[in-house]
């Protein structure tokens, strides 16, 4: 049985003064010290790292095969988006 959600009619108060022009929506810290937290979360760190390493790890040994250049692919592919996260989102 489907169900649907009822929503009320009524508009929340805004939760500080800067959300006056929006009743009912909270703001977000500002983009600059969010995407700072973030990377200094010691999992951000550790993975983006971890991913340099590889590609360095890569190029070290030598790009000789096919395998050699998936490697460097999959390790791009992570740094990638690790960067991704903090160009990209806003703070949780």
């Not at 508009?11 to 700072?36: F, I, N, Q, W, Y």
């Amino acid at each position: 049985m489907l169900t649907t959600a009822t929503r009320s009619s009524t508009p929340t108060p805004p939760t500080s003064l800067s959300d006056e022009h929006t009743p009912g929506v909270a703001t977000s810290p500002p983009a600059g010290r969010s995407r700072l937290a973030r990377v200094l979360r010691v999992e951000w760190i550790g993975q983006t790292a971890a991913s340099l390493f590889w590609i360095a790890s890569v190029v070290a040994y030598g790009i000789t095969s096919t395998g050699d250049w998936l490697q460097l692919a999959a390790a791009s592919a992570w740094l990638a988006a690790n960067t991704a996260t903090i160009i990209g989102s806003e703070a949780d």
